[in-house]
């Protein structure tokens, strides 16, 4: 009775001092990865969505890592699997550190030491006092060279100068505000004369009249944005034109030939070239129209003879049987 009393003692002190974490034979050993493991020692708690079932069992290097060996209970094997992360916990902010493990059940369950796949490290308390004491800095730097006069804000502490001028724009603002509510000028009579918010608000409801009316598809505007007929000779012209557009690019017709047709443009640079020698030889008085256009005396003697012969046809009309004597004779 005694031998079997002190082992049920034995076997509930065990437990206890296991903390509730099963054997052995109840465990699994795993592994995971890490760059870093400040904080972290053999007895650290192993945690799975927060809840502890294992300890670590040792930290050894792995090149320029470090592993970390643990044991889980094996009730907890379908749940930490491929798709499982482990990252660095801890137990408190100035505690010993943990790894903790995210479960997921959808994937494949990780062998016996196998690895557990590494996330990243949420910041720990010396991350956090490292960037305090950077930002620290930071603020002392902000704050000395605002005393030395740096940036705008150390000027406006430092210089008198755009302390005036910041002043005296600030009364200027206050006058014009002040005038402002006083009516004057444009701004100020618009916010308090009534005639003119009047008169706004009436072309404002004309606006959104005529913006009705538009709508409606009354007017040309209307008819314009409404009528599907038109929209449709539109879009018919639109498309006469675009076709028109590439008949010419092609050199179809007169048009398009005058416009791809490089004969026909040198043809019709010959013919210009020829028109200004021409011209130029009549401005010159080169030839019979040059003369006609530039001798006088020519152009004189020709309406003397234009004259004479309007004579000569007057004259035979009113005596025809004086210039005109016609014989006939029978064989």
């Known amino acids: 009775m005694l031998t079997i009393v002190a082992l049920v003692v034995a076997a509930i002190t065990i437990?206890?001092?296991?903390?509730g974490k099963g054997f052995f034979w109840q465990r699994y050993s795993l592994k995971t990865r890490f760059a870093n493991v400040a904080g972290l020692k053999a007895g650290s708690p192993v945690r799975v969505a927060g809840k502890e079932v294992g300890t670590v069992t040792d930290v050894e290097f792995s090149g320029d890592?470090?592993?970390?060996?643990?044991?889980?209970?094996?009730d907890v094997r379908e749940r930490v699997t491929d798709r499982s992360v482990a990252v660095l916990g801890s137990v408190s902010l100035l505690g010993e550190g943990a790894v903790d493990i995210t479960p997921s059940s959808g994937g494949t369950p990780i062998p016996e030491w196998?690895?557990?796949?590494?996330?990243?490290?949420a910041a720990g308390f010396s991350d956090l006092t490292t960037q305090a004491s950077a930002g620290i800095d930071?603020?002392?730097?902000?704050?000395?060279?605002?005393?030395?006069g740096r940036g705008t804000a150390g000027k406006l502490l430092t210089d008198e100068r755009l302390y005036n001028e910041l002043t005296q724009f600030v009364a200027t603002a206050g006058d014009v505000t002040k005038a402002i509510r006083q009516g004057r000028g444009t701004a100020g009579r618009l916010i308090n004369d009534p005639k003119i918010a009047n008169s706004l608000e009436a072309s404002l409801k004309s606006l959104e009249e005529m913006t009705r009316r538009i709508n409606a598809g009354e007017g040309s505007l209307g008819a314009l944005l409404k009528d599907d007929a038109f929209a449709t000779s539109l879009t018919g012209a639109t498309t006469n034109l675009r076709t028109l557009t590439d008949r010419l690019n092609k050199g179809d017709g007169t048009a398009g030939k005058l416009l791809t047709d490089a004969a026909l443009y040198n043809r019709l640079t010959s013919l210009s070239d020829r028109f200004d020698v021409l011209l130029?030889?009549?401005n010159d008085g080169q030839g019979t129209a040059g003369q006609l256009l530039k001798d006088k005396q020519l152009y004189e003697n020709m309406n003397g003879v234009v004259a004479d012969?309007?004579?000569?046809?007057d004259a035979i009309k009113k005596d025809p049987k004086k210039y005109l004597n016609i014989r006939v004779s029978i064989f």
């Open 15 to 19: 437990i206890l001092v296991m903390g």
């Open 65 to 74: 890592q470090v592993d970390v060996l643990f044991q889980l209970n094996k």
């Open 114 to 121: 196998g690895y557990v796949p590494t996330g990243k490290t």
């Open 138 to 148: 930071e603020i002392t730097k902000l704050a000395k060279g605002l005393t030395e």
């Open 280 to 282: 130029t030889r009549l």
């Open 309 to 313: 012969l309007r004579g000569l046809v």
